[in-house]
């Protein structure tokens, strides 16, 4: 079965500074991973996906990367603010099923 | 625009009670529908989910059960709650049948059994 690993609980930064993020999978398939991003008390809001054809994914001061040699996905924030302090989730589909599998999310704190 | 709706936003019930908790989708049909539990400091539980009114797919056997009587409504329940059943249960929808890779979560039902 599919296994995803946030390898960090908690990440602490310096604001302005580039936070990241990483994300592994097992058991390669058609690979579709997503950000997510959770606010305490609050449900996930999805954030960016990319495919298993592409290399990065950009959104404003987000961006995510995908190598498919090391199963990892890279989640970055660039001129991070406090404001981003939240819980990051990743998330593995395989495009054909109903299902998502998600990782235990890596909690990230912006430090004014 | 797609909005889901989840209720209650907090619940409190006794060991042995039962449970139901109602999650609606607007602006979208056919979707896809999604109960997940967390767990505290844990990731998200996949515990149903539906393609279809009274089409219903368990992911973990327990003493859960999941309904779809209309097509943008999924309902959770229970005969009786275990201290184990407290947690935070979100509703997810996505579009079917082909891009459900992304998932749109509802605002979460906070529930504690004691």
């Known amino acids: 079965s599919q296994k995803i690993e946030q390898n960090s609980e908690a990440l602490n930064i310096q604001e302005g500074k580039t936070a990241t993020l990483t994300c592994n999978y097992t058991?390669?398939?058609?690979?579709?991973l997503q950000w997510y991003r959770q606010d305490p008390g609050r449900g996930p809001v999805f954030l960016l996906l990319?495919?298993?054809?592409?290399k990065e994914k950009r959104k404003e001061r987000l961006k995510v990367t995908f190598d498919t040699t090391l199963k990892q996905s890279l989640f970055h924030i660039t001129a991070s603010q406090p404001a981003d302090s939240a819980t990051y989730l990743c998330?593995?589909?395989?495009?054909?099923?109903?299902?998502?599998?998600f990782g235990t999310g890596t909690k990230l704190q912006v430090i004014p | 625009s797609q909005t889901i709706h989840q209720w209650p936003a907090t619940l409190v019930q006794p060991v042995g009670s039962p449970l139901s908790l109602e999650c609606t989708v607007e602006?979208?049909?056919?979707?896809?529908l999604y109960w997940y539990r967390q767990a505290a400091g844990r990731g998200l539980q996949l515990l149903f989910y539906?393609?279809?009114?009274?089409?219903i797919s368990s992911e973990v056997p327990q003493n859960l059960s999941a309904s779809r009587p209309q097509d943008r409504q999924f309902i959770l329940s229970s005969k009786k709650l275990l201290l184990s059943d407290s947690g935070f249960y979100l509703c997810?929808?996505?579009?079917?049948?082909?891009?459900?890779?992304?998932?749109?979560f509802g605002p979460g039902t906070r529930l504690l059994v004691l």
């Open positions: 539906s393609v279809g009114i009274g089409q």
């Open positions: 058991n390669y398939s058609p690979a579709y």
């Open positions: 602006g979208t049909s056919n979707p896809n």
């Open positions: 997810a929808w996505s579009d079917g049948p082909r891009a459900q890779e992304t998932q749109y």
């Open positions: 990319i495919r298993e054809n592409e």
């Open positions: 998330a593995h589909s395989s495009g054909g099923y109903q299902k998502v599998t």
